[in-house]
């Protein structure tokens, strides 16, 4: 036992001196720090013109009308909706890739990224002709069940997922495969079934990535601009999201557009950065 | 061996393949030693059914768990087999305690019951103060201790212990072979303890079994693969000298006769001398007086290119040295020889 209360007490002296020899330098050299501010600079800048121009004084008048309050509430509930849907579907699709060997494996991986780099605009009309009313998923579902996606709230919360579900599957899919597996298997050892194993090992280990995908999701569905437009439409009280308003906003009220940019801003950054600390220093 | 291990491993990967043939009795255990890439990890997965057999069968206390000529494959959940795992592979983000109790959880023992039984097996590996660490907070040799209970608590009806010291230094490795030690004396089932250090598999096995390129090499007591070494590998592992005694500051004094060592250590020791450490001159040799004694020559085996010379009192030991050199110093049994060994290539365990 000594020797053991000896070592523990030697481990965190031996930590400190390693991060004293890697010691970070104080300040990055000149040819880092130069392109480096220009990056910062450019995602900076918009920010600040952004709180610049806010119309401070009447914020709380324009984002009490009905066209900012429908497309807040409209935002909110679908972007939390498509996060959710992206985590319940996601994290299967990304298991599936990387836990499972079968033909046609790299195909389905570049199908399920093709949303992160098509135009969301051609997104939103390729969804308009597989589920359309006279699409070719769209229209069987309408005659079954009488319903209608395109035009509607649901319209809206599957163009988010579709956009954004990508960023589930890669970062869970990443968690996956850096999470040693001898970690599940040693609970198999230990009598833990499938589904126990799932629980408390496999899933709290990559925590982490599934955070991150879900804040990352819920940030890109949000955002979605494109893919809502052409899909869901752009009617105030239906599918009128925040990026939609401000749209028309810009047009017809430019303060209005403005207080809700910043809303949008805030919300984001608030969450990001919250998130960056709680979960992605941790790893 | 009806009641212990008895089995057969077939396994066929790409340029390798594992035939071995493994049996070990109830309270016996048996040391698996080979070099990098022999199969020792392979032999483990097996055992425990992460890696399916594609010949060859395991039967356990009379109960098969895997069979490949019929089909029969249990799962590592219901085998019942308590692996210890090459760094412990602890849960990080689980508590020493929750690591414990993972087992008796999985098996659906009540959650206050699981704990109170893990908080025994904690203290029953010197651990008690220490449960509500997590592995990322505890020394190797604790996180050792934590995998030894978190194996033993399900009371498994074998133990498998792959490389358990590999990732300790020397201070901590005598604490855990202690323990293992204990716990091996009184574990009913069989044990396997995959090792590459041929002290740890003299300390604590009864049986060795050398594995070479997926197959058994030989197997045998110390003594015997220490006699009629079947293989280069075997031979270098069975000649190592093992010397018990005890030490004083940094004189080690074994029988009657003393060494002088590099560093400082107490109590009850085990020396370790590689016999390629072990110099034969003709002539008292110059340099480090200290740890240089006349001696007579007992015995001389040859193995392909090295030849090794067992000598007598007061301190028998092997050396091996190459043909060439036996015949230059015109070696021959009841030659009488000086032997010499720098005090840094003696190895100094705590026994």
Redesign the interface.
């Known amino acids: 036992?000594?020797?053991?209360e000896?070592?523990?007490r030697?481990?965190p002296r031996r930590r400190e001196g390693r991060s004293r020899t890697v010691q970070r330098p104080r300040r990055p050299p000149a040819f880092i720090a130069i392109p480096a501010t220009i990056g910062l600079a450019l995602f900076a800048l918009p920010v600040l013109g952004l709180l610049g121009r806010a119309p401070w004084s009447r914020l709380a008048t324009l984002l009490g009308s009905d066209l900012a309050l429908e497309a807040l509430r409209l935002s909110a509930i679908s972007s939390v909706s498509a996060a959710v849907i992206s985590l319940l579907l996601g994290v299967p699709v990304a298991w599936t890739l990387c836990r499972y060997d079968f033909p046609g494996r790299s195909l389905l991986r570049g199908l399920v990224l093709l949303p992160m780099v098509l135009p969301p605009v051609v997104g939103g009309a390729a969804l308009l002709f597989a589920l359309g009313r006279r699409g070719l998923v769209g229209s069987p579902l309408y005659e079954a069940t009488g319903l209608v996606l395109p035009f509607s709230t649901g319209g809206v919360i599957l163009a988010g997922v579709f956009v954004a579900m990508p960023l589930m599957v890669l970062t869970v899919e990443g968690g996956l495969r850096s999470l040693?597996q001898?970690?599940e298997?040693?609970?198999?050892?230990?009598?833990?079934?499938r589904w126990?194993v799932l629980r408390?090992?496999t899933i709290?280990?990559i925590?982490p990535s599934v955070v991150a995908g879900i804040a990352l999701t819920w940030a890109r569905a949000l955002g979605e601009f494109g893919a809502t437009l052409t899909f869901a439409g752009n009617l105030q009280g239906r599918t009128q999201t925040l990026p939609l308003a401000v749209f028309v906003a810009l047009e017809s009220d430019r303060d209005a557009a403005l207080a809700l940019s910043l809303v949008m801003v805030i919300v984001s950054l608030a969450v990001l950065v919250a998130l960056r600390d709680h979960w992605w220093r941790s790893r | 061996m009806r009641t212990g291990l008895d089995s057969r491993l077939v396994m066929r990967r790409e340029g390798f393949h594992l035939d071995v043939a493994l049996g070990i009795d109830p309270g016996q255990t048996v040391a698996l030693l080979g070099p990098n890439g022999a199969g020792k990890t392979t032999v483990v997965g097996a055992l425990?059914?992460?890696l399916p057999l594609d010949g060859g069968y395991v039967r356990l206390g009379g109960r098969v768990l895997e069979d490949a000529a019929t089909g029969t494959l249990v799962?590592?959940?219901?085998?019942?087999?308590?692996?210890m795992?090459q760094d412990g592979?602890l849960?990080?983000?689980l508590s020493a305690l929750e690591n414990v109790a993972?087992?008796l959880?999985?098996?659906r023992v009540p959650r206050r019951e699981a704990r109170r039984r893990a908080a025994g097996w904690l203290e029953a590996v010197?651990l008690g103060a220490l449960s509500d660490r997590r592995p990322g907070r505890?020394?190797?040799?604790?996180r050792q201790?934590v995998a030894l209970a978190?194996a033993l608590i399900?009371e498994p009806s074998m133990l498998l212990l792959d490389e358990p010291f590999s990732a300790l230094?020397v201070?901590?490795r005598?604490?855990l072979r202690r323990l293992l030690q204990d716990h091996l004396a009184g574990f009913p089932g069989p044990s396997l303890l995959i090792t590459h250090d041929p002290t740890e598999a003299f300390l604590l096995a009864d049986r060795l079994v050398v594995l070479e390129n997926g197959s058994v090499a030989q197997e045998g007591s110390a003594d015997q693969i220490r006699l009629r070494p079947a293989s280069p590998y075997a031979a270098d592992l069975a000649g190592v000298n093992l010397l018990v005694g005890a030490a004083s500051g940094k004189v080690l004094t074994i029988g009657n006769h003393q060494l002088v060592v590099p560093e400082a250590a107490s109590g009850r020791i085990i020396a370790t001398i590689h016999p390629r450490a072990i110099s034969i001159h003709l002539d008292r040799p110059g340099g480090s007086p200290r740890n240089s004694w006349p001696t007579r020559i007992e015995r001389i085996d040859h193995h392909a290119d090295r030849v090794r010379v067992q000598t007598g009192p007061p301190l028998p030991v092997t050396a091996e040295i190459t043909p060439d050199a036996q015949t230059g110093l015109n070696l021959a049994p009841g030659s009488e020889v000086w032997l010499s060994v720098k005090a840094t290539e003696i190895q100094v365990d705590?026994g």
């Not at chain 1, 036992?1 to 053991?4: A, C, K, R």
């Not at chain 2, 505890?138 to 604790?142: E, K, M, P, T, V």
Request: hydrophobic letters at 35%; a positive charge; proline letters at 5%.
């Open positions: 036992m000594t020797e053991d000896h070592s523990i030697k481990a040693d001898r970690f298997r040693a609970a198999e050892t230990l009598g833990a079934g126990t408390r090992v709290p280990m925590a | 425990a059914g992460l799962g590592p959940a219901e085998r019942r087999i308590g692996v795992f592979v849960f990080p983000h993972f087992g959880r999985s098996r010197g505890l020394s190797g040799g604790q201790r978190r399900t230094d201070s901590s005598a604490g705590a």
